[in-house]
């Protein structure tokens, strides 16, 4: 098949298609609506088989995770995904790969009501550049430059599971619940409803890819703040907890990547609208300050995934 019969195939028409898009697919540009009074929120992320993820992975999972990375990081704004392009390089045309990785991408795409407006199809190295939009509401949109003194920190749902979930893959173990820790790994679920909800509320968010500890130091120094985490307050699972000691499992939550969970701040004590967990709060100190709740210092040395 030609790239044009491939998109034919794979491509059109596979997602739910919105009203507010005037031309998708098959022409030089897609043409779209923005309602008035919101502003459009934009993100691209490439992943590259065995930097991001193993080239022999399951292709419907590599299609899923490669835009719910995407939708994570317009949850992280507090915008609602609209539309995504994707720019696909792939070896050769091997077309089970191909259904697959599609069956992935459009079960993500539709879960979350957004449409592939676009792409490209390319020969070479496998990779997967995904670029995603989505409305805020003017002057709504969650930065990470806004954090305030005093403010509480709050992640969502629990950390390190991924992690975990890499440790087992590396390591090829195969240890009691590896199953919740391997989906927890290849199916991230981006928090668009606590995004949403988060708009008027929170003063500075990050969804985190990278490590809590890592992605925090990103809103503090846009912020020009500093942080006391208190890393007995970690939101870990049952299962982590059971699979590890304490401390293994405070580290993985700290430094562990592909969580995809939310790190947010918000004035103290205001009312978070869904379960989450405070695990600190932002200080004038620059600088992030590990402690156990005791006050007793916290010490680790290892520092969030970084890509170069
Ligand atoms: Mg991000």
């Known amino acids: 098949m030609n790239e044009f019969a491939l998109i034919e195939n794979f491509f059109a028409n596979k997602t739910q298609q919105r009203k507010d898009v005037a031309l998708g697919i098959g022409d030089d540009c897609a043409l779209v609506e923005i309602p008035s009074q919101h502003q459009l929120a934009i993100t691209t992320d490439t992943l590259v088989a065995d930097v991001h993820f193993f080239k022999n992975a399951m292709a419907f999972d590599v299609g899923y995770k490669s835009l719910a990375v995407n939708l994570s990081d317009l949850a992280a704004m ?20 191909l259904d697959e990785f599609c069956q992935g991408l459009f079960s993500c795409a539709n879960k ?16 997967i550049t995904i670029e995603a939009f989505g409305f805020v509401p003017q002057n709504e949109a969650i ?6 003194t005093g403010d509480f920190i709050y992640v969502t749902n629990t950390l390190g599971d991924a992690a975990f979930g ?4 590396q390591n090829k173990l195969s240890p009691i619940h590896e199953n919740y820790f391997l989906k927890k790994l290849y199916r991230p679920e981006p928090c668009i409803a606590y995004g949403e909800k988060l708009r008027k509320i929170a003063h500075a968010a990050i969804d985190i890819s990278d490590g809590l500890a890592g992605d925090l130091e990103h809103i503090l120094g846009k912020s020009h703040k500093g942080a006391i985490i208190f890393v007995d307050k970690l939101p870990l699972s049952d299962e982590l907890r059971s699979s590890l000691s304490e401390n293994e499992a405070i580290e993985l939550a700290l430094h562990g990547g592909d969580d995809y969970e939310l790190c947010f701040t918000a ?25 156990f709740t005791s006050g007793e210092k ?4 290892i520092k969030g995934y970084k890509h170069f």
């Open 78 to 97: 507090g915008a609602e995904p609209t539309w995504f392009t994707l720019a696909l390089t792939l070896p050769d045309a091997n077309e089970k790969w």
């Open 112 to 127: 979350y009501q957004v449409q592939l407006i676009g792409g490209d199809l390319t020969r070479g190295p496998l990779s």
């Open 166 to 169: 890499l440790h087992i893959l």
């Open 298 to 301: 916290y010490n680790s040395t």
């Open 267 to 291: 004035e103290a004590n205001v009312k978070i609208p869904f379960d989450c967990t405070c695990i600190g709060k932002i200080t004038d100190n620059l600088g992030l300050d590990l402690q």
């Open 143 to 148: 930065r990470r430059d806004q954090a305030k």
